[in-house]
């Protein structure tokens, strides 16, 4: 294998997908127009019929894509400059449309020429071939490219410098001149845990909370609780990939969300597609089985979410109502697979908790962007001096939800359940306790994206649960 201070110093062409970029350009592009319009990907196909190049042309002038914010790959980068350092010419040459190339080589200063995909013609494989023997001659280049696609273009390059290719890939690169293999191909599967947060199926835990309300606690209801449980995580997790490929320029923008797996590249975003159908699809057999009802609210589930990721989000209050029904539809979910009537005060307390909760995150994000020096949350409808409102709306709700309970452990049937109900009027106290805490810790900037998340982090916020769940065990049994 030659070095690259062997190679001889000719025009290098550069592909763009998977090279330059650790990401595609085309799926880039489409769920970028498709967040902005959700009719872009029926225009799409449209012009899918007219041909590769017309749909790739459409979704340039549909998209918004963050240019600065992209994965780029710094090895490639990297060894452009070193090239151009040493007196040798630079060329971009990709099937990505010519406006979307045009402003990716004015944002990295590197090319000192551009070719992509004209509207007409999809730069790709033997076309591809054939423009560059046109544009340089046969063997008068280098090519740098990471797909079996490019295999037509290595064949008449003087020279060959695969990606990341795999080693089945490698082996077929043939070229006139000398081939160098540049960051190796690997395989992890790290990435594609994080992208279905596992950590978020924590939320899920609400389906058993109506069983444990109505003290309905034996086996078969448990086991049906269990595969509600499946049926929600496996829907929920298609659903946050889903979202993280709608709002891949709200996520690069962030300071944390920039290192998602699609936001940063280390998953194709191909594969995120591919990734959220399946989910959805094993989420949805269990959800069959367990009945007609079920299988309403989780088609309820996941509409509401994809209402949210592509308008609600936006949108001020509403985003919060909505975050609150995706909270409560996992109660509803818990009581409906094992066919326990929903009580109207656990109803009641869920509304108002959650639509707190809700707040909290949102209260969180706009201290982040105050702190960051920002007007707005990206993405959002607030500004940063609506944070003293949302921290009010925060409050006020969670403070609901404590009377709520308080007037639920005053009701007469509540004896029949809790021989000693006076301890609950405890764990109303430590709720108290903890929504305060909580509205106060965001107030500081100490809040992470997810309250949920925080609290089952925080060793004040799981005393507390504990303290709450040994409350309501002593009310029961004592």
Same mark, same amino acid.
């Given at each position: 294998?030659?070095?690259?201070?062997?190679?001889?110093?000719?025009?290098?062409?550069?592909?763009?997908?998977?090279?330059?970029?650790?990401?595609?350009?085309?799926?880039?592009?489409?769920?970028?127009?498709?967040?902005?319009?959700?009719?872009?990907?029926?225009?799409?196909?449209?012009?899918?019929?007219?041909?590769?190049?017309?749909?790739?042309?459409?979704?340039?002038?549909?998209?918004?894509?963050?240019?600065?914010?992209?994965?780029?790959?710094?090895?490639?980068?990297?060894?452009?400059?070193?090239?151009?350092?040493?007196?040798?010419?630079?060329?971009?040459?990709?099937?990505?449309?010519?406006?979307?190339?045009?402003?990716?080589?004015?944002?990295?200063?590197?090319?000192?020429?551009?070719?992509?995909?004209?509207?007409?013609?999809?730069?790709?494989?033997?076309?591809?071939?054939?423009?560059?023997?046109?544009?340089?001659?046969?063997?008068?280049?280098?090519?740098?490219?990471?797909?079996?696609?490019?295999?037509?273009?290595?064949?008449?390059?003087?020279?060959?410098?695969?990606?990341?290719?795999?080693?089945?890939?490698?082996?077929?690169?043939?070229?006139?001149?000398?081939?160098?293999?540049?960051?190796?191909?690997?395989?992890?599967?790290?990435?594609?845990?994080?992208?279905?947060?596992?950590?978020?199926?924590?939320?899920?835990?609400?389906?058993?909370?109506?069983?444990?309300?109505?003290?309905?606690?034996?086996?078969? #209801?448990?086991? /049906? *609780?269990?595969?509600? @449980?499946?049926? +929600? =995580? %496996?829907? &929920?997790?298609?659903?946050?990939?889903?979202?993280?490929?709608?709002?891949?320029?709200?996520?690069?923008?962030?300071?944390?969300?920039?290192?998602?797996?699609?936001?940063?590249?280390?998953?194709?975003?191909?594969?995120?597609?591919?990734?959220?159908?399946?989910?959805?699809?094993?989420?949805?057999?269990?959800?069959?089985?367990?009945?007609?009802?079920?299988?309403?609210?989780?088609?309820?589930?996941?509409?509401?979410?994809?209402?949210?990721?592509?308008?609600?989000?936006?949108?001020?209050?509403?985003?919060?109502?909505?975050?609150?029904?995706?909270?409560?539809?996992?109660?509803?979910?818990?009581?409906?697979?094992?066919?326990?009537?929903?009580? #109207?005060?656990? /109803? *009641?307390?869920?509304? @108002?908790?959650? +639509? =707190? %909760?809700? &707040?909290?995150?949102?209260?969180?994000?706009?201290?982040?962007?105050?702190?960051?020096?920002?007007?707005?949350?990206?993405?959002?409808?607030?500004?940063?001096?609506?944070?003293?409102?949302?921290?009010?709306?925060?409050?006020?709700?969670?403070?609901?939800?404590?009377?709520?309970?308080?007037?639920?452990?005053?009701?007469?049937?509540?004896?029949?359940?809790?021989?000693?109900?006076?301890?609950?009027?405890?764990?109303?106290?430590?709720?108290?306790?903890?929504?305060?805490?909580?509205?106060?810790?965001?107030?500081?900037?100490?809040?992470?994206?997810?309250?949920?998340?925080?609290?089952?982090?925080?060793?004040?916020?799981?005393?507390?649960?504990?303290?709450?769940?040994?409350?309501?065990?002593?009310?029961?049994?004592?």
């Amino acid at each position: 294998m030659e070095q690259a201070s062997q190679l001889p110093l000719q025009t290098l062409v550069v592909d763009l997908d998977g090279t330059v970029l650790r990401t595609d350009m085309l799926h880039e592009s489409f769920w970028s127009g498709f967040a902005r319009d959700w009719s872009v990907p029926f225009r799409a196909l449209g012009a899918f019929i007219r041909g590769k190049a017309a749909f790739k042309r459409l979704l340039a002038e549909r998209s918004d894509v963050d240019i600065a914010t992209l994965p780029y790959d710094e090895t490639v980068l990297q060894r452009l400059r070193d090239w151009r350092a040493q007196g040798g010419r630079t060329a971009l040459v990709t099937a990505t449309d010519q406006r979307l190339a045009n402003r990716i080589a004015e944002h990295l200063g590197l090319f000192d020429l551009v070719i992509g995909s004209d509207g007409t013609c999809n730069l790709k494989g033997p076309t591809k071939a054939e423009r560059l023997v046109s544009e340089f001659g046969a063997g008068n280049f280098i090519y740098m490219g990471d797909h079996p696609a490019d295999l037509p273009v290595w064949q008449v390059a003087g020279g060959a410098i695969t990606v990341n290719a795999k080693p089945a890939l490698q082996a077929r690169v043939a070229c006139n001149g000398p081939i160098e293999h540049l960051a190796p191909y690997t395989r992890d599967l790290r990435p594609y845990a994080k992208a279905i947060r596992p950590h978020q199926w924590l939320k899920n835990l609400l389906i058993f909370l109506p069983m444990l309300a109505a003290h309905e606690l034996n086996v078969g #209801v448990f086991f /049906l *609780a269990c595969v509600a @449980f499946v049926s +929600f =995580s %496996l829907i &929920a997790s298609s659903v946050y990939v889903l979202n993280d490929l709608l709002d891949l320029k709200g996520d690069r923008a962030h300071p944390r969300k920039r290192l998602r797996p699609f936001a940063a590249g280390t998953i194709p975003i191909a594969r995120g597609t591919v990734m959220a159908a399946s989910l959805l699809i094993a989420g949805l057999i269990p959800a069959i089985l367990l009945g007609p009802n079920f299988l309403v609210i989780m088609l309820a589930y996941y509409v509401l979410t994809m209402a949210y990721s592509l308008w609600l989000k936006r949108h001020l209050v509403i985003d919060i109502f909505a975050l609150a029904g995706l909270y409560t539809l996992r109660i509803l979910a818990g009581g409906t697979s094992a066919s326990i009537p929903m009580s #109207v005060w656990l /109803l *009641a307390f869920s509304i @108002f908790f959650f +639509f =707190s %909760l809700a &707040a909290v995150k949102r209260q969180a994000e706009l201290v982040d962007s105050r702190n960051s020096g920002k007007l707005k949350a990206h993405g959002r409808g607030y500004h940063v001096e609506d944070v003293p409102i949302v921290t009010m709306m925060a409050l006020a709700s969670g403070y609901i939800s404590v009377l709520v309970m308080a007037l639920y452990i005053s009701a007469p049937h509540v004896l029949e359940m809790y021989p000693q109900p006076g301890f609950l009027w405890g764990a109303c106290l430590v709720l108290l306790y903890w929504i305060s805490r909580m509205v106060m810790t965001t107030h500081r900037g100490q809040m992470n994206d997810d309250p949920v998340l925080y609290a089952a982090k925080d060793r004040v916020s799981l005393i507390c649960f504990g303290l709450i769940f040994a409350l309501g065990v002593a009310g029961t049994l004592l």
